[in-house]
């Protein structure tokens, strides 16, 4: 979640861009969303939007290229207690013209995460805040790798072998317990090198049949040398969440599932260097978190991440067909992502939050 795009989007029509970094706009700000089509070049889409019954705006969007289009085509409000969207509009996919109508009941995330995006209040209180909201999400003082190793102690050894500081907030860390069901922050002396946690806790070899030299391509090898893992998802199989303190090579491509068509990583910040998210499945392919301009995002923006997938993918909800999930209280514009299936009704569904944390 990086250097954004300087301006905010208002309630308008398509070609605008998302708001500077999303963190750091002033809490209070209406809740927004930004409806972006997912359609074959030459399909095209036209729809007015209801919010509770009242039109707030409209679109007609043709597609030039493959894909999930990156600006949105129309941005409309997210009023706290809104009940259901609504689209009513047609739709050409492969020269077929379909009409549609379709409402969706709406889930907001917003009553959880809002304190997430509480300015006013040091970072790890607004994780205190969402903590007493959410279920499955714990967080206790102290450090819990002491007997290991003090935290300050742990610090100055991982930055000393990094060669560079970490970041402040990587450092607040290693006061609190931080869990999410069966995944959780690292405590300060369980932080290490993500060769070494492969080494050390996931099982693999620097040679031999499952030899790091063999699975992982070169660049990808010393990515992994250089980098330090901060949060371990238990789940599906093992990920991991990790900061490389050299950043970008320009033109990298992200990995990232909305990376179809799009153009290559671009360098950040001198010292800020580019938080990834890592997998067993696509141990080779580590995904970058860039932002809108393909920069690596900022540290925070990275960490709420976290917080808000975990709610968004919370095991104690079930999302139902007609359910569109939606999150008011976040200052940025969820991304809503447009598709149809084969009978030509729409999908409309939050891509902010999901899997590898989404786009924004």
Known sequence: MSAWLATA???AHGGHAFAAEGDAVPVGTPGRAGIHPSIEPGDRVAADVFVDGKVVGKFDHQATADGIARSPVLVFPLPVGLKRVRLRGKATLEGKSRSFDTTWKVRDLGPILGPLYDQGRPWIERVRGVAAKAEFITVTPGDG???????RAAFADLEKSLGVP?????????????QLG??????AADMAKVTDMLLRDWDYQRTGPRGLDKILPRAVRARYDRSVSIYIEVGDGLGALAWDPAGVTPGELPNSWYGKGQSGAQPGPAGEGVWFWM???QLHKPVLL????HRPRRTESVLNAVFQSFVFLAPSESEADDELVVDTANPRPNLLQLGFDTTGQPDLSL????YQYGLY
Not at 145 to 151: C, D, I, S, V
Not at 182 to 187: E, K, L, V
Not at 290 to 293: G, K
């Open 9 to 11: 989007m208002a309630g």
């Open 145 to 151: 790798g002491a007997r290991k190793k003090p935290a």
């Open 166 to 178: 970490l970041p402040l907030l990587v450092k607040v860390l290693g006061d609190w317990q931080i």
């Open 182 to 187: 069966d995944s959780g922050f690292q405590s």
């Open 279 to 281: 997998h067993q499945e």
């Open 290 to 293: 860039l932002d809108e301009e």
């Open 351 to 354: 891509r902010s939050y999901d």
